[in-house]
T-cell receptor, first 113, second 115 residues
Framework: GENVEQHPSTLSVQEGDSAVIKCTYS??????FPWYKQELGKRPQLIID?????GEKKDQRIAVTLNKTAKHFSLHITETQPEDSAVYFC????????????FGTGTKLQVIP | NAGVTQTPKFRVLKTGQSMTLLCAQD?????MYWYRQDPGMGLRLIHY???????AKGEVPDGYNVSRLKKQNFLLGLESAAPSQTSVYFC??????????????FGPGTRLTVL
């Protein structure tokens, strides 16, 4: 089955700096890679996703990159703000049939004002 | 739309007791899931359902049972609770696979403590 590894487990940055979270996956059949944000005591919510037919996707201060050859993908947050503080989960899913999503173990991001 | 809801929000059980967690969604989603979330371990899939009347095991199914009698509801049961089942439980739902993505919509979670 799929195995998703996520690093680092914790990350502290100064407000205004950039943050990068990296994930690797094992199953070459995976072609959908979502990122979820979970604020303290809240539910996980999708913030951005990328499909295997593109290498990069941006949404304001958030971007994801995907390298299918190396089987890794990354989340980039620029100009971080205190409200970016949360736990971020990467995930991988194959297309077709039942799309089981495998999650990484999470990265706790702290943005220091 | 309420989205995905879960009841109860909190529960404390004694070892050996049983309980059922209820998940409901009003988005007409085909797929529903139960996850548990433990510190440092991310979200681990317990059981899932691809449609009314069908269920399947996920990554950590032991000690849990599920039922999907109605499309909008997905129940998670603990027949004999153990301290190792202390966790936060999340239900999620998603669209069918006719589209190539699989965004999951999560419920607010149930915090369960087993003493």
């Amino acid at each position: 089955g799929e195995n998703v590894e996520q690093h680092p487990s914790t990350l502290s940055v100064q407000e205004g700096d950039s943050a990068v979270i990296k994930c690797t996956y094992s199953d070459s059949a995976s072609n959908y890679f979502p990122w979820y944000k979970q604020e303290l005591g809240k539910r996980p919510q999708l913030i951005i996703d990328i499909r295997s037919n593109v290498g990069e996707k941006k949404d304001q201060r958030i971007a994801v990159t995907l390298n299918k050859t190396a089987k890794h993908f990354s989340l980039h947050i620029t100009e971080t703000q205190p409200e970016d503080s949360a736990v971020y989960f990467c995930a991988a899913s194959p297309a077709g049939g039942y799309q089981k999503v495998t999650f990484g173990t999470g990265t706790k991001l702290q943005v220091i004002p | 739309n309420a989205g995905v809801t879960q009841t109860p929000k909190f529960r404390v059980l004694k070892t050996g007791q049983s309980m059922t967690l209820l998940c409901a969604q009003d988005m007409n989603h085909e797929y529903m899931y139960w996850y548990r979330q433990d510190p440092g371990m991310g979200l681990r899939l317990i059981h899932y359902s691809v449609g009314e009347g069908t269920t399947a095991k996920g990554e950590v199914p032991d000690g849990y049972n599920v039922s999907r009698l109605k499309k909008q509801n997905f129940l998670l049961g603990l027949e004999s609770a153990a301290p190792s089942q202390t966790s936060v439980y999340f239900c999620a739902s998603s669209y069918s696979t006719r589209v190539s993505y699989n965004e999951q919509f999560f419920g607010p979670g149930t915090r369960l403590t087993v003493l």
